[in-house]
């Protein structure tokens, strides 16, 4: 037996975040997104799923400052917030929260991906290539 998937690998999925701007995975047969990348749809089994560009919104569903730098490499970023965010389109990730001070972060607090095209901003908005995708605060 042989197990069909989707044919769409993190390779192929990490460059449309370079090249079309902040995506997700969506199903083209539910419509769902959903993140991480999976060989086939959590929601209804099909292995069509495309990179679609989103609107790089959300609201932050926890988080956790950092004091400590995990490595050398991290000292000159403490403390800093790593962060999960609730996507409006559904999907949570977890990212790191940039441009707030600790203590001014509050779990519901509305944030945008940085530096990235969505679908809600101009087509010449530039998407940079950072990767992972870093949020900021947004207006609500
Ligand atoms: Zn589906």
Redesign the pocket.
């Known amino acids: 037996m042989t197990a069909t998937m989707n044919s769409l690998n993190s390779h192929q999925y990490w460059e449309s975040l370079r090249t079309k701007g902040f995506c997700l995975p969506q ?1 083209q ?4 997104f959903h993140f991480y990348l999976r060989p086939a ?1 959590p ?4 292995v069509e799923i495309e990179p679609v560009v989103v609107s790089g919104r959300g609201q932050l569903y926890s988080f956790s400052v950092v004091y400590r730098a995990p490595s050398a490499a991290f000292e000159k970023d403490v403390p800093y917030v790593v962060a999960i965010v609730a996507t409006d389109e559904g999907p949570h990730l977890m990212t790191r929260l940039v441009g707030v001070k600790p203590e001014d972060v509050v779990i519901g607090m509305r944030v945008a991906v940085k530096d990235w095209r969505t679908s809600s901003l101009p087509a010449e908005h530039p998407s940079l290539g950072q990767a992972p995708p870093l949020f900021e605060s947004a207006v609500p």
Do not use: V
């Not at 047969?29 to 769902?32: I, L, Y």
């Not at 929601?43 to 099909?46: D, I, K, N, W």
């Open positions: 199903c047969a539910c419509k769902e749809c929601a209804c089994g099909s």
